[in-house]
């Protein structure tokens, strides 16, 4: 038997098991990351905002989508973990914001909604989160807001439905 010849299927095979390797990685690391962010509005008509532990900066609260899940889901799972407060009813969709440049870690693109909230303000994720606050939207502390968090606010004011 030809030793090439014998050889030879398991070369092909490689050479496309390493093709698609090179494929799932492309799709994986070459794509941007789906998130949201929640403008949660307390009965009062304040707006809840956290203080992230990476840059310490206000911010809105929010997270990537897990796999498997929507984005109502992803919405009630990150402003709990984030800020204890739950969902009552998500208004409507703000905006849909995906510069490569929004999220200096990666490029992401950002679902945000305004949802109604209810409930206790509690720090339950204390890696992520310095601090929460409610704030008047006339007292919101921007333009130095973490990502582009100032200009979903400042869309969200003017009432705008933005795609950026």
Not at 81 to 86: I, N, P, Q, R, S
Not at 120 to 133: A, C, F, N, R, S
Request: hydrophobic share 40%.
């Amino acid at each position: 038997m030809n030793i090439l010849a014998f050889f030879t299927p398991l070369i092909e095979s490689s050479r496309s098991l390493w093709h698609f390797g090179q494929t799932v990685l492309g799709i994986i690391f070459r794509h941007p990351i789906t998130g949201t962010s929640i403008i949660p509005i307390l009965p009062d008509g304040q707006i809840v905002l956290i203080r992230r532990k990476d840059d310490g900066r206000w911010s809105l609260p929010g997270g990537m989508v897990d796999w498997g899940e929507d984005i109502p889901h992803a919405v009630r799972r990150e402003l709990m973990e984030e800020t204890g407060l739950e969902v009552v009813n998500i208004r409507r969709l703000v905006g849909v914001y995906s510069s490569p440049n929004r999220d200096p870690r990666i490029h992401s693109i950002c679902i945000v909604v305004e949802a109604e909230v209810e409930g206790e303000m509690t720090i339950t994720d204390t890696l992520e989160v310095l601090d929460i606050q409610a704030f008047p939207p006339s007292s919101l502390p921007k333009p130095d807001m973490s990502h582009d968090h100032a200009r979903q606010l400042q869309n969200y004011l003017n009432g705008l439905t933005t795609l950026a």
